[in-house]
């Protein structure tokens, strides 16, 4: 990254010698780099401060309040609670539960997400008659408000009387299709779908702009030399799309992994959908238990680091790549 | 793009095309049933996408008895009664709410983020990608871990049901993705031209006008427009920390549905009147919908 480089410097390097700012002599341009320094960094602080004291700080608390016996119905008992917290999370099965619906929904709806988004960014990368028509609806799921997007599977597609995939199978199928109960008999996969609806779009609208990176020139080369479609596609979009692909994945999965309106708004995190996000809002807005909602909290910020380490490492080599 | 493009799939361009590249002929069949077959299944993956929020658009115009029709109609009488319902059930202030907390939000994230975007590209602090990872992996905090000390916070300092409160939390919860943006496209500004104006006397004002804003301006637009977005959606917050007075558009989604009886015309018609401005704020900026998910990595 070029801007890297100090701009003082630049300017004393410059033809001009009244532009350089910085000094000639040594001794006061290093107290002026000194200052110089601060001066640089007073535009950073007012975001850095805001966000460290409005992240941290609170994560702070969660961590003090999870080693607290604490629950507001019974406030007369509030003290130190050791790992107890823990202990109970660890061997709650429905926090477990929670463990393993997170990942459940978040790498299914991610992966499946990215494969339909990459497949149709491809059919999109090419000239068609509507082809602007066709990007247009496909943004369209993102746009809708996750919790409208949300009402409008669990009432409008999956109810079981009047819901339209039901509808449709009456239809295709005349008067005695069967009509299942969608989230009922398969909330898990119910809710996948929904999200993925929603998360298609976004997959497809990063790698859709990966793809019309793409250097053409190299690629109609190959092709004048013999190269196969799928050789192409294997050999020189995928490697060039791979930094998008990435980026997405990455992306993606800090959103889904969050997800709370899609549990909340479908399932109410019944028959075993809740994950983290949902379970440590009950645990803590509706059973009142803060110290056990802390210590889930807790929980889901170690396993989300760990992950983040990797992801961070994958981010940064991406931008390094894209800031140049 | 130009070769490829007549080639591929354009139904009225002829099948085959002949071109001579460094003394060989080379001629590339393509079977225009292939490109028809790819523009169709183009549409249709499409329209599959699209005909939920169309489904939506057409139930909401529904009386209640024509919406919960099994096997569907496409097209029934028009109907007024699901809006009708909705605004009868009161949700202006919630949805001045919204409007208050994301557009005020999202100006208090451009201010901050600007001139700390600033530090970290064009005179950059030592160690700025340290600074920039740090602003990104507060993203991966969820937010959920953070909920209950804001809680209790806001409860001991009667911030509860506030809309500032929400604002506050908003801009924090969007600031990195608009640090990361702007930090992005200022790195583009070129540095040389910043001096050069300089140079030629020009002040700071003049410099930010005619040197920094055409390249950033693209970049505010977009971080703007996905910070407004996700402000607009955010549901968890807003359910745990406001009750009556702050409950934003979402929130009063969640309360809306808890009626018995038909209400699929309602339903489908506060769904659509909530995501009304994220509808029309991402089509009109499509491009700049882009930029601002990819967090300034696509341009």
């Known amino acids: 990254m070029s801007s890297s480089t100090d701009t003082s410097e630049r300017g004393t390097a410059g033809p001009n010698p009244e532009q350089g700012r910085a000094g000639a002599t040594p001794p006061p341009r290093r107290r002026q780099t000194r200052s110089d320094s601060w001066q640089r960094r007073i535009p950073l602080l007012p975001a850095l401060i805001f966000v460290i004291v409005m992240t941290q ?24 609670a050791g790992f107890s917290n823990f202990a109970r999370v660890f061997t709650d099965v429905n926090a477990r539960s929670a463990v393993v619906v997170t990942i459940l929904i978040t790498v299914s709806t991610v992966l499946i997400s990215l494969v339909l988004g990459l497949a149709i960014a491809l059919l999109l990368d090419r000239k068609f008659r509507g082809q602007g028509i066709v990007r247009t609806m496909m943004i369209a799921p993102f746009l809708v408000v996750p919790v409208a997007a949300a009402l409008l599977w669990k009432h409008a597609l999956y109810n079981p009387e009047y819901g339209l995939f039901n509808g449709l199978l009456t239809l295709v199928l005349g008067e005695d299709a069967p009509q299942p109960d969608w989230v009922g008999s398969m909330p898990l996969p119910a809710l996948v779908a929904a999200l993925v609806w929603q998360w298609t779009p976004f997959m497809m609208l990063i790698l859709l702009a990966g793809l019309q990176s793409r250097p053409l020139d190299v690629v109609e080369a190959a092709r004048i030399d013999g190269a196969s479609e799928f050789r192409i596609f294997t050999s020189m979009t995928l490697p060039h799309l791979r ?4 980026l997405s994945t990455l992306l993606g999965t800090i959103y889904v992994v969050q997800n709370f309106d899609h549990v909340f708004t479908i399932t109410a995190g019944a028959t075993g ?51 140049r | 793009m130009s070769t490829t493009a007549s080639t591929r799939g354009d139904r009225t361009t002829p099948a085959t095309t002949t071109q001579t590249v460094g003394g060989r002929t080379f001629v590339q069949t393509k079977p225009p049933r292939r490109g028809m077959l790819l ?10 996408f699209f005909f939920p929020v169309l489904w939506m658009v057409l139930v909401s115009f529904r009386a209640e008895t024509d919406a919960a029709s099994n096997p569907p109609v496409l097209f029934a009488p028009v109907s007024l009664e699901g809006y009708r319902t909705f605004f ?32 970290l590209s ?24 953070g909920i209950l000390p804001i ?38 500004v070129p540095v040389e031209m910043l001096e050069a104006a300089q140079v030629d006397g020009a002040g700071l004002l003049t410099t930010l006008r005619q040197v920094v804003a055409p390249v950033v301006m693209p970049g505010i637009a977009s971080a703007a427009l996905i910070c407004f977005i996700f402000s607009w959606n955010e549901l968890l917050l807003a359910r745990v920390l406001t009750s009556t007075v702050a409950s934003t558009a979402p929130v009063f989604l969640t309360g ?29 900026a499509q491009d700049k919908l882009v930029q601002g998910l990819s967090m300034g990595a696509v341009k």
């Open chain 1, 57 to 80: 700080l609170p994560f702070l608390g969660t961590i003090i309040i999870s080693f607290m016996n604490w629950n507001a119905y019974y406030p007369d008992e509030r003290g130190f």
């Open chain 1, 243 to 246: 930094q998008y692909i990435e």
């Open chain 1, 273 to 323: 959908t809740a994950n983290l996000p949902y379970f440590i809002y009950q645990t803590f807005y509706t059973a009142q238990d803060y110290g056990r909602a802390s210590a889930a909290g807790v929980v889901t910020v170690v396993g989300t680091l760990v992950v983040a380490m990797f992801a961070l490492r994958t981010a940064f080599a991406i931008f390094k790549e894209e800031g």
């Open chain 2, 39 to 48: 523009t169709t299944l183009a549409w249709v993956v499409g329209v599959l």
């Open chain 2, 88 to 119: 009868a059930a009161g949700p202006w202030p919630p949805l001045l709410n919204s409007m208050t907390a994301s557009v005020v939000s999202t100006i208090l994230v451009i201010l901050l983020a600007f001139p700390a975007a600033y530090a």
């Open chain 2, 122 to 145: 064009i005179r950059p602090v030592k160690k700025w990608t340290d600074v920039l990872f740090f602003f990104l992996s507060t993203k991966m905090l969820p937010i959920v871990a």
């Open chain 2, 151 to 188: 809680y209790l916070f806001a409860q001991a300092t009667n911030l509860l049901d506030n809309i500032w409160l929400l604002i506050i939390l908003y801009t924090s919860m969007n600031m990195p993705i608009a640090v990361w943006m702007l930090q992005s496209f200022l790195s583009e």
């Open chain 2, 256 to 284: 809306f549905v808890t009626s018995q009886g038909l209400f699929l015309a309602k339903v489908c018609a506060a769904s659509f009147v909530v995501s009304l401005p994220v509808l029309a704020a991402g089509f009109a």
